[in-house]
């Protein structure tokens, strides 16, 4: 017969703070996390919502003359597109920025470089405008003209809106 000892089961007494000291610590942890959870969704939740609209300056000729308000400047499709987006003011002077003579198609660009993104004549264009929706030009991004944080310039024309930030 073998002869094997056990070792009877005994708690020392680091195990014993352990265990008696665990359980409050985890309720604090789990409180405070709570809280700062609490607190992150009041912070967040107190900030005013972004609107597109307020990072592009307003040209009164611009909405007087081609009945829309710029309101998006955003590089997409990773960075091989440009999305000009603006609103409809007026539905029966959108077609003047559109027509015939592209020597009024919004012209972007970028205030640093230099480097200009026009429209194509032949790209999409809208039809039907109605009031108070947004509508979008897209651009190709030829030799990454523009980069999210870049500083633009939008022409219609001969009127300008500078200082667009791009997205």
Known sequence: MTNTSQASP????SGLLHTRWFLPALIVAVLVLALGGV???SQLSARPPVTPSAEIPINPVIEDRFGVRFTLMAVTAE???VDLRYRVLDPSKVMGMFGTDATVYPKLINETTGKTLEMNINAH?????EAGLVYFIIYINY???FKSGDMATIQVGDQK???VLVR
């Not at 005994?10 to 007494?13: D, F, K, L, M, P």
Request: net charge positive; hydrophobic share 45%; no cysteine.
């Open 143 to 145: 030799g990454s003209a």
């Open 79 to 81: 960075q091989g597109w």
């Open 10 to 13: 005994t708690r020392s007494a």
């Open 161 to 163: 809106i500078e200082h």
């Open 39 to 41: 607190w992150l969704a």
């Open 125 to 129: 264009k809208h039809a039907g405008f």
